[in-house]
């Protein structure tokens, strides 16, 4: 993308710079440039309008006992609220059903207070069925929840570790971390300061925590027998009064006396209040017998399997097929709309079961709308889907729910990216020939999308998987290219990935050559965006293979369009021009006018770096008024903005600043920070051009604070860099040396080369007019080295205006 264009038809935004680097923090004062100017970079990132987030789910309805693990619990907070923790992570580990998330979350609840900034919860599903949730996919949840947006969660583990672990450093916050399997899944998640908790529940026991994190670890053990009596006789008490205290423990008993089963039978029991206890106990014996007698499952899990099977044989039975049925969902939790699609089952209907199997503890609400299995129950519900379900029932629920979720993603890209060609849909795919009462989600604009995508985004990941699995390739690569859209806008960078690989086996599998150069492209610009940019390259060569061969010509427009993109990042801007004059000739031979005038923007950018302004000048007033007519937000801004840039270049700063100016407003219009940012950087730019260097200033800095609000370090820097800029033309070198400085080390972090010399050339001159030569020297002579690297006009400029300075001095 261009600038701040979000869409493929436009080139990506780190690279673009106009001739400016560095970022800064806060102006106090600016306008009045008589006075004194202090714009100050910023330590601390968090503001007065970050969001808190709330994420635990509800706490444990019924909860008893457990008072001696709460009270070790709250040994963790001992001392005053603001005093640093004894513990900065506790460990609740023990067997399946034990009642550690139960634990956990009533824990969490009782001192959230302790917690003003807020609580995050991720399930990491580590021993599901499926595969657990990876530290980078929680991670991604975690910043989007601190307030990042998706153009600031950084695309790399390492990378979101640093930024989760910098925004929690100012704050206290408690952070759960349910089902963890390895202590590799959990360290990346653990906050790096003492003003933070974490509490990890695992059936394991993962020592590396100790060591690593001087983790405190709680070994949670079945209830007692006093205990398990009193669970019962607390969650039957409203139903049953006159239980004897020897019935309820031999019941407690036969439930192994952990509290998933004892939850289980206690709702049972209250269900039937005029049977007697003894009858309800003697039929659970019958199926201990009968289930020891099949010597199913392991040992440990004995007893609440045992349990499940008592609960489940009572269900009517159109509540019990839809439990069977629930085992085959693809994610770990589902809404009401997406089980209607699993069990073809009218709305009505399916809210109706839901409650049964929520009542029995069969499966739990945790959400409004929101359902999930124990990952015990959802084991045994699937081992009852093979037994009783044939395998052509298994298939078509499965195959609803999978052409569900395509649909609505489908949906979500009408309105996230409508130009997007949509991959085409068999007849048998239509609602009506796939449902009797259910449809896919509809969107009347992109944030409802994006709301529905945020909801079901683990269950996408799951469903191309299942496709993959079951053999249904066709779906899998179809459901990939779909999501494409909305993974570009939302830099969801390791959904892309994982799902791009899984379709991409699955249309290789299919042999389907147009679908196989589709997810090659995807992955191209999955690499591409999250700044892969081998790895991108060679995909989308691969896709340009492929669309050769099959003579694909607009596909291939498209991967020469991805190629250009990809060598503007590189900086390689001949390489660049050349490949996107091929992809603008190509989609005008096929009438594709709006993809020709987004290439033809992008071409525009291309000559304005290669010095070649009249030219872009030309291009872009032709285009913008085709954006204008067609109503492109992003699209005109990005018009916009380059044309303000390539005036300025032309010295006409009267007629940009009207432009920049333009984009700003629209981009506040839409209440979007990453293009406010980058196209106020721009407006600086033309203001400094102006002479405004107060008003530049003030630019500036709103550019490096929205910047540092979406976590954009790159462009942060580069804010930076214009106002040192600034300040070297208000005659104070010193502290245009300072945000000079800044950017350098921001840019050497980030290995962006030319920005790092064009960084390293301003700071020579800083030096230089602030009295030191040498250093001023050292920092000319490493730009011109970096520079050798670039061969287009304006780093062979820059590279004689170095070699004159560095002359005169000589001399």
Not at 116 to 122: F, I, R
Not at 153 to 181: I, Y
Not at 599 to 628: G, M
């Amino acid at each position: 993308m261009t600038g701040a264009d979000e869409d493929r038809g436009s080139s990506g935004g780190g690279f673009t710079h106009s001739e400016l680097s560095g970022s800064g923090g806060d102006v106090v004062q600016a306008r009045d440039v008589q006075g004194g100017v202090h714009f100050h970079a910023a330590s601390e990132r968090r503001g007065v309008s970050d969001p808190i987030p709330r994420q635990l789910p509800a706490d444990i309805r019924g909860f008893v006992n457990r008072l001696a693990e709460l009270a070790r619990l709250d040994r963790t907070l001992a001392g005053d609220p603001g005093e640093p923790l004894v513990c900065g992570v506790s460990v609740i580990t023990g067997t399946a059903g034990v009642g550690k998330t139960s634990l956990a979350l009533r824990w969490a609840h009782r001192v959230r207070e302790r917690f003003p900034d807020g609580q995050l919860y991720v399930d990491l599903r580590g021993y599901d069925a499926g595969d657990p949730v990876t530290p980078g996919q929680a991670l991604d949840g975690f910043l989007r929840a601190l307030g990042t947006t998706p153009a600031g969660v950084p695309a790399d583990e390492p990378g979101k570790a640093a930024l989760f672990r910098s925004l929690l450093a100012e704050r206290r916050m408690l952070v759960v971390l349910d089902n963890a399997a390895t202590t590799a899944q959990v360290l990346p998640l653990l906050p790096g300061t003492s003003g933070c908790l974490a509490v990890v529940t695992s059936r394991s026991d993962l020592p590396g925590l100790a060591v690593r994190a001087g983790a405190k670890r709680l070994t949670l053990n079945v209830l007692s027998e006093n205990e398990s009596v009193t669970l019962l006789r607390t969650a039957t008490s409203e139903e049953r009064i006159a239980d004897d205290a020897e019935d309820l423990a031999e019941l407690a008993r036969l439930c192994g006396r952990l509290p998933l089963a004892l939850r289980i039978a206690a709702d049972r029991a209250a269900s039937r209040p005029y049977v007697p206890l003894s009858d309800l106990i003697a039929d659970l014996r019958d199926e201990s017998n009968l289930w020891d007698a099949l010597g199913a499952g392991p040992e440990d899990e004995t007893d609440v399997r045992t349990v499940f099977a008592w609960s489940y044989r009572a269900l009517p039975k159109d509540a019990a097929t839809l439990f069977r049925m629930l085992s085959l969902h693809p994610g770990p939790e589902f809404s009401t709309a997406a089980v209607a699609a699993l069990g073809d089952l009218s709305s009505r209907q399916t809210r109706y079961l839901l409650d049964v199997l929520a009542g029995a503890h069969l499966i739990e609400q945790h959400a409004p709308d929101r359902y999930r299995f124990h990952d015990l129950l959802r084991a045994y519900a699937l081992d009852q889907a093979h037994t009783a379900e044939p395998p052509e029932a298994r298939t078509a629920a499965l195959r609803r729910i999978l052409l569900w979720y395509l649909l609505g993603a489908d949906a979500a890209q009408t309105v996230v990216s409508p130009m997007e060609p949509h991959v085409a849909f068999d007849p048998d795919e239509s609602p009506e020939q796939v449902w009797t009462a259910t449809a896919p989600a509809v969107f009347d604009n992109a944030e409802q999308a994006v709301r529905w995508y945020t909801l079901e985004r683990a269950n996408l990941v799951g469903a191309v998987r299942a496709a993959a699995d079951s053999a249904m390739d066709h779906l899998a690569w179809r459901l990939h290219v779909v999501l494409r859209s909305i993974y570009m806008r939302e830099n969801s960078f390791d959904d892309w990935l994982i799902t791009g690989h899984v379709a991409l086996a699955a249309a290789r599998r299919a042999r389907d050559r147009s679908g196989e150069a589709e997810v090659l492209e995807s992955l191209g610009i999955a690499y591409t965006q999250s700044g892969s940019l081998a790895e991108g390259a060679e995909n989308h060569r691969a896709a340009l293979a492929i669309r050769r061969e099959i003579g694909d010509r607009f596909g291939e427009a498209m991967s020469l369009n991805g190629l250009g993109l990809l060598a503007f990042r590189e900086h390689d801007l001949t390489t660049a021009l050349e490949l996107l004059e091929h992809s603008r000739v190509a989609l005008h031979d096929l009438g594709e006018s709006m993809w020709e005038t987004l290439t033809t923007v992008n071409i525009a950018e291309a000559f304005l770096r290669l010095d070649r302004q009249r030219e872009a000048e030309a291009l872009l007033r032709p285009s913008l008024a085709i954006f204008r007519e067609r109503q492109q937000s992003a699209s005109i801004g990005n018009a916009l903005w380059l044309l303000s840039m390539t005036l300025r270049e032309l010295d006409r700063p009267e007629e940009a600043i009207h432009l920049a100016q333009e984009a700003v407003d629209l981009a506040r219009s839409h209440g979007n920070h990453m293009w406010e940012g980058c196209w106020t950087m721009e407006l600086g730019a033309v203001q400094r051009a102006l002479g405004q260097h107060g008003e530049a200033l003030e630019s500036y800095q709103r550019a490096a604070a929205l910047h540092r609000r979406i976590g954009d370090r790159g462009r942060e820097a580069q804010s930076w860099a214009g106002a040192g800029e600034v300040y070297r033309e208000l005659g104070r070198p010193e502290e245009a040396a300072s945000f000079h400085r800044l950017a350098i080390a921001t840019q050497r972090e980030l290995d962006d080369r030319w920005l790092l010399a064009t960084d390293l050339e301003q700071l020579g001159y800083d030096l230089r007019r602030a009295g030191d030569p040498d250093s001023g020297r050292r920092h000319l002579e490493e730009a011109q080295s970096i520079l050798a690297e670039f061969n287009d006009p304006k780093a062979i400029r820059m590279r004689q205006r170095i070699a004159a300075v560095l002359e005169d001095e000589a001399s």
